[in-house]
């Protein structure tokens, strides 16, 4: 009885070592950013170095990797944000000299490039300070015409041998070592989930809001029966900023940059409707 009792605990536990094993190596954390460009530091030094970083569900704690100090965390449970919601990023790390630059970005339109439009904290140099323990925090929205669906977030420290402040070091979100160039730093990857909805108001192009012509390249109209119940309008862009609010008709959009835009109308009702526009 002994012995098969033994031999029913040994079976369960290959069998959850196994589960264990399987489950850990399909998320498991990547030093692979495919799609997106590697970003890397020559320098194997511990400093500057990121220890924990925070943003809405993700309260990631972490420990210096190797050359090239990069690693993305695709293993931890889902963070979802919404449209139009604010958030705030939070990174501690450490630190021993002030030429340090801390950047961090959000894929907003998943073309798997970081653009400059596209930060949501930055720290230059001259400002992070010096540390075992230090924390910067930013706050932003996260823009009505984001991207929906899996978005990738980097956060990078960086620092490189540049004379400051004679010469600055320039950290973008794709850091290419060069021989002798003494960088040292650490870029961390993670993954958010954007949903379709706000929670509040769906950004749909509903019956009520009729735009014509959309796409537009020159000025937009709606129709008559829902401009009767409209107090003011705004136009909003990629990154959350309003950029037109008026009340005229009809709206002037030649000005703006081709990009999608969704404008949000207030409503007499203390409605708020939003509907997508395309300028083309």
């Known amino acids: 009885m002994n012995g098969f009792l033994l ?14 094993l399987i489950i850990n190596s399909i998320h498991a954390q990547s030093t692979n950013p495919a799609p997106y460009c590697m970003s890397g530091y020559t320098s ?18 972490t420990t210096h990797t190797a050359a090239p100090a ?21 990174v501690t790390f450490k630190n021993v000299d002030m030429e340090t630059i801390l950047k961090g970005w959000i894929d907003y339109n998943k073309n798997n ?20 323990a230090i924390v910067k ?5 996260v823009p009505l015409a ?5 978005l990738r977030m980097r956060v990078s420290l960086g620092w490189h041998y540049a004379n400051w402040p004679t010469t600055t070091f320039k950290l973008d979100s794709c850091h290419v070592p060069t021989t002798g160039d003494g960088s040292a730093g650490e870029t961390e990857d993670y993954d ?22 959309n796409p537009s390249s020159t000025f937009i109209d709606i129709n008559g029966e ?13 990154l959350g900023r309003e950029i037109i609010l008026s009340d005229k008709f009809p709206i002037s959009v030649e000005d703006l940059p081709k990009d999608l835009y969704v404008i949000k109308f207030k409503l007499k009702t203390d409605q708020v409707v939003y509907t997508k526009l395309l300028v083309d």
């Open 7 to 20: 031999y029913l605990i040994m079976k369960k536990f290959i069998f959850l070592s196994v589960c264990y």
């Open 44 to 61: 194997t030094s511990m400093y500057p170095e990121i220890s924990k970083v925070e943003m809405a569900s993700i309260i990631n704690v």
């Open 70 to 90: 990069y690693t993305y965390y695709n293993n931890l449970p889902t963070c979802t944000v919404g449209l139009g919601s604010s958030q705030t990023i939070k």
């Open 113 to 132: 490039i970081f653009e400059s439009t596209e930060l949501v904290i930055s720290i230059p140099q001259g400002s992070v300070g010096t540390g075992m």
């Open 137 to 141: 925090q930013a706050n932003f929205s």
């Open 146 to 150: 984001a991207s929906t669906g899996t």
């Open 192 to 213: 958010i989930v954007i949903p379709s909805t706000t929670g509040l108001n769906r950004i749909v192009n509903n019956n009520d809001i009729r735009l014509f012509p």
């Open 226 to 238: 829902l401009k009767e119940k409209i107090i003011f309008y705004s136009v909003i862009d990629r």
